[in-house]
């Protein structure tokens, strides 16, 4: 973050804050290398608060010059007319994720809206807030895919695929994930919506072993699968995604459909397209979703990858 990079994140955040978002966005996406000496950091909006992540420690002097920039934005006339009323750094490169508030009172929990829903999400508490933002497109498309399927919704994370079905039209929705405070969460963000609980089951378990229980629960006609690229002990991209893959004709039904998500920027789409050929060979690639504006990056490749197969027995 040298004084030119710092100069461009300044012009870009008030140009951002000039026309604020009245959803939750991100206003700047560093990570994706599209502006050097910026990649560690992102900027999001949550509605009035200001997110500033850092992904790597910086220096001293320049993490000093960083927190003056921000403070001198919140001086600004854009500001002011953003309706901007909180900010803070959280230090993702640390282990807490420690978060450091430049501006207003802290918040540890508030609720976000993107596309009419809303999302209860976490601030400065733990690394990821409760939603990513980067997967906007994919709830998108789950919501207008979701009338009357049967869906599963693999490493759910706090349900914001499932929350998109439901307001979709599903007819069911069965939600796994090991975490059963972020199941928890997921409740909480149907009940936000007013959804039937009835339409939404919850499944507190380690995937690879409870496939019992979710083929029992099965077949579905629109599979989802959005894992960490990395889970110390639970999940390794490079060999457990196959493991996936090979089950999903036991999952589906005849015309069945898969969305399958990675964002680890080391592998391009071919590692999903092959391994669906090799493991699943009954599907087929129909397309690959494109992500939100607001997510540039240097390499097309390298950006999350929201991938549709088609089963075509």
């Known amino acids: 973050m040298n004084p030119q990079a710092l100069a461009i994140l300044h012009t870009h955040l008030l140009t951002a804050l000039m026309s604020a978002p009245t959803e939750t966005r991100r206003l700047f996406h ?29 220096e001293a002097s320049q993490l000093e010059n960083l927190k003056r920039l921000l403070l001198e934005i919140t001086h600004s006339d854009q500001w002011q007319q953003s309706g901007a009323h909180t900010l803070l750094i959280q230090h993702r490169y640390l282990p807490q994720s420690t978060a450091e508030w430049l501006l207003g009172e802290e918040i540890d929990e508030m609720t976000i809206v993107e596309g009419g829903l809303k999302y209860r999400v976490d601030l400065g508490r733990k690394q990821n807030a409760g939603l990513f933002l980067d997967m906007r497109y994919g709830r998108n498309w789950v919501r207008a895919q979701a009338a009357g399927k ?7 994370y706090t349900c914001g695929f ?27 963000n149907h009940r936000l919506n007013g959804h039937d609980l009835s339409k939404v089951s919850f499944l507190g378990h380690d995937l690879f072993k409870s496939w019992g229980k979710v083929i029992n629960s099965g077949p579905y006609d629109l599979v989802i699968i959005d894992p960490p690229s990395f889970q110390k002990g639970s999940f390794l991209l490079t060999k ?14 005849a015309q069945g459909t898969v969305l399958a998500c990675m964002n680890d920027p080391s592998f391009g789409p071919d590692f999903l397209i092959d391994g669906v050929t090799r493991e699943a060979s009954s599907l087929r690639f129909e397309q690959r979703l494109e992500n939100p504006p607001e997510f540039p990056d240097v390499d097309v490749e390298s950006g999350l990858k929201a991938l549709v197969f088609k089963r075509i027995d």
């Open 150 to 156: 049967r869906v599963l919704n693999l490493f759910a």
């Open 30 to 58: 560093g990570r994706g290398r599209c502006w050097p000496g910026l990649e560690q950091i992102t900027v999001d909006w949550l509605q009035g608060v200001v997110l500033v992540s850092l992904f790597k420690e910086p």
């Open 162 to 188: 499932s929350v998109a079905a439901i307001e979709g039209g599903a007819s069911h929705v069965v939600n796994l994930d090991m975490s059963r405070a972020a199941l928890s969460r997921g409740r909480d």
């Open 240 to 253: 457990d995604y196959q493991r996936v893959l090979r089950r999903l004709p036991e999952l589906l039904t």
